[in-house]
């Protein structure tokens, strides 16, 4: 019997040792990157409201949509702290965001992710149903934004510019494409959807790939915000932009907004790489793909040994070293391409 154990213990460790050698990188060093980060982030003052932490697009927003997988990965079913103080940011006051400069923005956030806690429900909660009720309200009528939501434009790439409308509009079509069938099909919903759809539809071909990606996630939650069609050719244009390594750099994904101060930032990009195949196995294409593949084994070697992040600089200019600003982009291209990676594995 001491035996027999002895060599299940073996096996254990052997088949361990095999499964972290073939993965090539650690899952619990990316958790533990991401969970520092919202440490200094629920600490750092710029950060703070009377409600809780502001949700970023690159700190807040990215580590809701990678730290449940990665949590899930581990074997860990409660939510992080983090998740839990960024989750009660949104719940508060939701549906009742008052006016602000990143009202509309945090309306979405609040949206998308309390549809997410829905998810398999048959109906959507109270506080959920008010969130929504909030999101549509503040839907522009009218003029050639009809359809969109306003959003925050701090001309900073590559979620805060004028394009960027597009950006948050196709995140409240995922949000909606989290709902449940029921909510969708009410006649005053369908067409607030009809008009977000025209106008993601008809404002695709003036889009930065980095946002028309967005589209491409949210129509496979919501297929009508993108035909077959737009959606097969977005996927072959994103693929033609792939570099020999199997790496995508920041400029493939553009056209940007010129920032003169911004630091260099040549070759493959581990935010363009992570998002980009994030966002195509979403969309359906599998990580046995070969081009899929590529990018996955590119993005395995890549996390940093000791921090556990994949490293990014911002692409608008140079920040104090150790500064919070100093990590934005790289706490979105960690948390994006451990969730690519691990979606691989699941799939």
Known sequence: MKLFRTCQLVLVVL????????????????????????????????AQSKNGP???????????????????????????RY??????????????????????????????????????????SPVTE??????????VQVGAMRGSWKWYNANLNPWETPDSVYYGTALAALAVGTTPSQYRSRPEIREKIDSMSQYLQNAFKTQPIHNRLVVLWASSALPEVLPSAMRQSLIAEVFRAQDTT????????GPWQTQAAAPPDTGGSNYAS?????????????????????????????????????TAVSMNKSYPSGSMEEAFMQDAATAYSSAALLIANRN
């Open 15 to 46: 088949v361990c040792a095999s499964s972290s050698f073939a993965q090539g990188w650690k899952p619990e060093l990316a958790a533990t990157y991401l969970d520092s980060r919202q440490e200094k982030w629920f600490e750092w003052p710029a």
């Open 54 to 80: 502001c949700i970023s697009c690159h700190t807040g927003l990215t580590y809701l949509f990678a730290r449940p997988v990665l949590r899930k990965s581990l074997g860990h079913d409660e939510p992080t």
């Open 83 to 124: 998740e839990i103080g960024l989750m009660e940011r949104l719940r508060s006051n939701a549906g009742n965001k008052p006016a602000a400069a990143l009202r509309d923005v945090e309306v979405i956030f609040t949206a998308l992710f309390l549809a997410r806690e829905d998810s398999g429900r048959k109906m959507l």
């Open 130 to 139: 008010k969130a929504f009720d909030q999101l549509w309200a503040l839907q």
């Open 246 to 253: 199997g790496a995508w750099t920041m400029a493939s994904l």
């Open 274 to 310: 992570g998002f980009v195949s994030f966002v195509l196995q979403q969309a359906g294409v599998e990580a046995s793909d070969r081009r899929m593949k590529r990018a996955l084994d590119w993005l395995r070697s890549r996390q940093d040994p000791t921090s556990g992040a994949w």
